[in-house]
């Protein structure tokens, strides 16, 4: 499994469409008869390859991730690969992390601002969560998504946070990889998956809500780019309260007759 495409546009949009060490442009203006010339590359940080320079035990999600990659002009790209002994994986991260606050920065001097997401105007912003009691409407919230973010109580005991770390840590892997899967086999074993840990979490009086928000990426550059964001929520059934999707909770037999009809 290689590198996907929504992959490709994080690290893209995180370095600016510039090469993380000479930070020139990694693509060329067109002619009158010809395309853009492209020859920006996305370089991986540990090695693709066991036998690749600076090989690491990454399984392979991970090493696709967009964080085990840099945006790099094609002279860079070579060059780490042929000075590993320089270019180790630690000055690599530093080298993206420092790049990526320069785009930042450059942004907020050029935009009054850097990157943000901002909701999209042309759809309406959710103001609830939907209940997720199954796999398979997470997991299409997943494949329309590309991030996420979520919200978990604090103080909770060691083995129930645990158990919705892990549960969150296969969101975020599920995000990465899911327009890699193209089978029914492989989206239905994804949803099997998701559902056994919704099902763990009622068995311990917690429930999982979750909504799709449709943001748009601007960079004060190019035209904003549409950056769906999905938000789940673990809580203990104990604080849910039962709203309408308007927002207004159901506090009476009526609301919750309402509730039914809706």
């Known amino acids: 499994m290689g590198v996907s495409e929504k992959t490709r546009k994080i690290v893209w949009a995180e370095a600016g469409g510039r090469c993380a060490i000479c930070r020139g442009e ?6 009158g008869c010809d395309d853009p010339s492209v020859f920006g590359e996305e370089a991986h940080i540990v090695a693709r390859s066991k036998g690749g320079p600076r090989a690491g035990n990454l399984d392979d999600d991970s090493r696709h991730s967009h964080t085990n990659l840099l945006l790099l002009c094609s002279k860079h790209h070579k060059q780490i690969d042929d000075q590993p002994d320089h270019f180790t994986v630690k000055r690599l991260r530093e080298i993206k992390e ?53 919200a978990l109580p604090d103080g909770l005991p060691d083995d129930d946070e645990s158990l919705i770390v892990e549960f969150l840590d296969l969101l975020r892997d599920y995000l990465d990889i899911a327009p890699e899967l ?81």
């Not at 990694?26 to 002619?31: A, Q």
């Not at 809580?235 to 999707?245: E, F, K, N, R, T």
């Open 98 to 150: 420092q790049h990526a606050a320069w785009v930042r920065r450059s942004l907020d001097k050029k935009a009054g601002g850097g990157p943000r997401l901002v909701p999209d105007p042309a759809f309406p912003q959710p103001r609830v969560l939907a209940l997720i009691t199954r796999g398979n409407p997470l997991w299409n919230m997943i494949k329309t998504s590309v991030t996420f973010e979520y």
């Open 26 to 31: 990694v693509i060329t203006p067109g002619t």
């Open 182 to 262: 193209h089978s029914v086999r492989e989206n239905r074993d994804a949803e099997k998956s998701l559902g056994h840990y919704i099902r763990g979490l009622g068995e311990k009086d917690f429930l999982v809500g979750a909504h799709v928000r449709h943001m748009l990426y601007v960079d004060g550059r190019g035209e904003p780019m549409a950056w769906p964001m999905l938000r789940v929520e673990v809580q203990p059934a104990s604080h849910a309260v039962v709203a309408g999707q308007d927002g207004r909770p159901f506090t009476t037999e009526q609301d919750e007759e309402q509730l039914a009809e809706e």
